[in-house]
């Protein structure tokens, strides 16, 4: 499992609160992801990062914002929760800078009410 | 940007049968990943393809990479309740360190 924890699992907030979730890796892998994953979307990026302090927009990235201030941990925040942001969030590494798979945490159910 | 499309979205297949599901490019990619998620579950790394043209198999299942490295299939022969899930494919550009997903087709069996 890649040392992938991922933190709440399960989580329900109101809409316009602030919401964090945590991803927390154990193996010191430089680039980190972060996905929402839809009905018949698959899953798409949100932000990803490649080193502490380096990050990068993904294709679906507004109303998200992330941090990284420690190899092991990635942090995407929602300012304040919409509706239309309810969904299951992936973490996943890339495992070393010639292997292109990734590996995923186990999610975080988000419900926005 | 990139664009990654996969069929179909649903498949419903009679345990012992085979099937293919089969994703599509809009640009010419550098590799393709093939992922497994089963219910309730996480996706979970299956194979990578990089070579024009490159078949690889895994038991009961057989990736291709088209020639011209615009689209893949994954055709699954004598498919078995264990083999019920979502698989997607992602595909790589060149010099890129994201993959994009197609949408996954949706694997169920009937026994």
């Known amino acids: 499992d890649a040392g992938i924890t991922q933190s709440p699992r399960h989580k329900v907030t109101e809409t316009g609160t602030p919401v964090t979730l945590r991803c927390h890796q154990t193996?010191?892998?430089?680039?980190m992801y972060w996905y929402r994953q839809d009905p018949g979307h698959g899953l798409r990026l949100i932000h990803y990062?490649?080193?502490?302090?380096?990050?990068d927009k993904g294709e679906v990235s507004d109303g998200y914002s992330v941090s990284r201030s420690k190899t092991e941990d990635f942090l995407l925040t929602l300012e304040s929760a919409t509706s239309s942001q309810t969904s299951v969030y992936f973490c996943?590494?890339?495992?070393?800078?010639?292997?292109?798979?990734?590996?995923f945490g186990p999610g975080t159910r988000l419900t926005v009410t | 940007g990139q664009q990654v499309m996969q069929i179909p979205q649903y498949q419903h297949v009679q345990e012992g049968e085979d099937f293919t599901t089969y994703c599509n490019s809009s640009t010419t990619l550098s590799n393709i990943q093939w992922y497994k998620q089963r219910p309730g579950g996480h996706p979970v790394f299956l194979i990578q393809?990089?070579?024009?043209?490159e078949v690889k198999k895994q038991k009961r299942l057989t990736f291709q990479f088209g020639e011209a490295k615009k689209n893949s299939s994954l055709h699954i022969t004598a498919t078995q309740t264990t083999d019920v899930g979502t698989y997607f494919c992602?595909?790589?550009?060149?010099?890129?360190?994201?993959?994009?997903f197609g949408a996954g087709t949706t694997v169920t069996v009937r026994a």
């Open positions: 990062s490649y080193g502490v302090k380096d990050t």
């Open positions: 992602a595909g790589r550009a060149d010099n890129d360190y994201k993959l994009s």
């Open positions: 193996e010191n892998h430089r680039y």
């Open positions: 996943a590494i890339k495992p070393g800078p010639r292997a292109y798979e990734q590996y």
């Open positions: 393809l990089v070579k024009s043209g």
